[in-house]
């Protein structure tokens, strides 16, 4: 056939005027391929730039949703936490609102005839299925029996919370629904107790003020829709709930009576410190340096200690001390007498010790101990006479109605003794403990501390870098010690090295003493001076009369 035959059109019109199937399925596949032109030149390439070169408040704004341990260093990863609360939620979900409606609804029955309501009922209360996630956790390292948290909080729940209302013969339905809440909580479990789930209370503060949105079905009808309701429900939320919880303020859960998870008190044992008989010689010209060092087992507390009398083989204190007696049967008085030295270590000069079952209550005993090298019943060495120690001790048992109250407060502080000059105090000097300390030859760490000339000294513990000591040290001021400082500093010693390197600073600091007479108290780990990594843990007090 010699037919001419028409050019194919590539155009839709073209498609709808071909003749022949062959043109309109050309046309067709014309359409549908994408068309290849020529780059404009009005058309620039967009600029890529690594992240690095970002600002931290660029890269938040790319990113709003990065967690908080990538943003923060100090914020740990909890990824194991999220799993474990996805896992319970179903369980958590019908424990948070039973406890939810045992808290709000005695509130309800106080509050509703104040606004002639008849009731006020949760006919619906479930959180949802979505658990809340924490973005990460910061951890606070603290010298007193608590711990510290401080949690990243999101949470997009879909509750089906529905309230109904009956007041004047009317019924009305509240229902909440599609949760938000962003919460930076902090939560300090104290104080730390020797029993299961070893925390008495449990302390919620927020941070910040909350982020928290919702909707809510009035009549079935979206209240949120109202012009201005979002915004100013909205902003009603997070002020109550910042009056009622922002730091410092705090929202307090007793989870057992720490009087109960501790052993309560049930007396007190006065000691009083008379005098030592026949002490024998421990200095070169002939005569002792004594003093009394007292403490009662099964306590944590600093042992107690009398003035030294110096150079006296018979010397007399009549010095009172009182402790707190939580287990009679099983606790025991030690008594020691050492001969103070200015430079090395207190030489022991004897001991003994009294059973506290063996005294009977209300009923002063005068006794006059036996100093011994050691409590071996069957060793020789105590049939040598080492001399006497004589003191007076009354075990007096508390009633319930005399027992402290106060017994989770870690923060208390005694008062100053009797005598006390007026406008001055007793500061006391606790030396805990010490970590990472570290010699060039030795380290057989002991503190000195150098306090308006007067110097004191701890033990030495041999051969340890995490030294504990938990002494005591008491100064009787005239006036508060406000512009004064302490020097603390920790030395090793060493017996064997003697003649090349025998005494070694591992480091000092100065402490001013101006926030102890404010604060009364302060319990703090100081980095030391001179020392690579070393800290040491020093407690201070301020005591007064008043």
Request: hydrophobic share 40%; charged share 30%; with cysteine.
């Amino acid at each position: 056939m010699n037919s001419k035959r028409k050019p194919l059109h590539v155009d839709l019109n073209g498609a709808l005027n071909a003749k022949t199937d062959q043109e309109i399925y050309v046309s067709f596949i014309a359409l549908l391929t994408p068309r290849i032109t020529e780059k404009r030149s009005e058309e620039i390439d967009p600029q890529i730039r690594p992240l690095i070169e970002k600002d931290s408040k660029s890269l938040q704004k790319l990113l709003p949703e990065i967690p908080l341990w990538i943003k923060n260093p100090d914020y740990d990863r909890i990824d194991w936490l999220n799993k474990f609360i996805g896992y319970m939620w179903p369980y958590l979900d019908k424990a948070i609102c039973k406890m939810a409606k045992k808290i709000v609804e005695p509130i309800i029955a106080e509050q509703i005839p104040k606004y002639k309501i008849d009731s006020v009922d949760f006919e619906t209360l479930t959180l949802g299925c979505l658990p809340p996630t924490f973005q990460g956790m910061k951890v606070y390292s603290t010298e007193e029996k608590e711990l510290i948290m401080e949690l990243g909080l999101k949470w997009a729940a879909n509750p089906n919370i529905l309230v109904a209302v009956k007041a004047f013969g009317l019924r009305a339905t509240v229902q909440v629904l599609d949760l938000q809440v962003f919460a930076s909580p902090r939560i300090t479990l104290k104080p730390l107790v020797p029993s299961f789930p070893c925390f008495a209370n449990i302390h919620v503060s927020l941070m910040e003020k909350p982020h928290v949105d919702f909707g809510v079905k009035l009549l079935g009808a979206d209240a949120m829709s109202i012009p201005g309701a979002y915004r100013f429900v909205q902003e009603l939320i997070k002020d109550q709930v910042a009056n009622m919880y922002l730091w410092p303020k705090r929202l307090e859960v007793q989870i057992m009576d720490p009087s109960k998870a501790m052993k309560k008190p049930v007396g007190i044992l006065d000691v009083k410190v008379v005098r030592a008989l026949k002490l024998k010689k421990k200095d070169l010209l002939g005569a002792s340096d004594p003093y009394v060092k007292i403490n009662l087992t099964e306590e944590k507390l600093p042992s107690k200690k009398t003035t030294v009398k110096h150079k006296n083989l018979n010397p007399e204190w009549n010095e009172q001390f009182t402790f707190v007696v939580k287990d009679p049967e099983s606790q025991v008085l030690e008594l020691t007498v050492y001969d103070w030295e200015q430079v090395g270590l207190h030489e022991k000069m004897g001991l003994n010790i009294i059973p506290l079952k063996e005294l009977t209550p209300e009923e002063p005993k005068t006794m006059t101990l036996d100093l011994l090298k050691n409590l071996n019943p069957d060793d020789v060495q105590n049939e040598k006479l080492r001399g006497q120690l004589v003191i007076e001790v009354n075990y007096k048992s508390l009633k319930d109605s005399e027992l402290p109250t106060n017994l989770a407060d870690s923060n208390s502080v005694q008062k100053a003794p009797e005598g006390t000059p007026e406008g001055g105090g007793l500061l006391v000097i606790i030396v805990h403990e010490a970590q990472d300390l570290e010699g060039k030859n030795h380290t057989n760490p002991s503190a000195r501390l150098l306090f308006r000339g007067e110097e004191r000294k701890t033990k030495a513990v041999k051969r340890n870098r995490d030294p504990r000591w938990e002494e005591e040290f008491q100064f009787m001021l005239d006036e508060p010690p406000t512009n004064d400082r302490i020097h603390v500093e920790v030395v090793s010693t060493s017996k064997r090295m003697a003649l090349l390197q025998p005494k070694e600073t591992l480091g000092y600091v100065d402490i001013y003493l101006s926030d102890v007479v404010n604060n009364k108290r302060i319990n703090e780990r100081y980095h030391l001076i001179n020392s690579k990594n070393g800290r040491i843990q020093i407690e201070m007090q301020w005591r007064t009369a008043s």
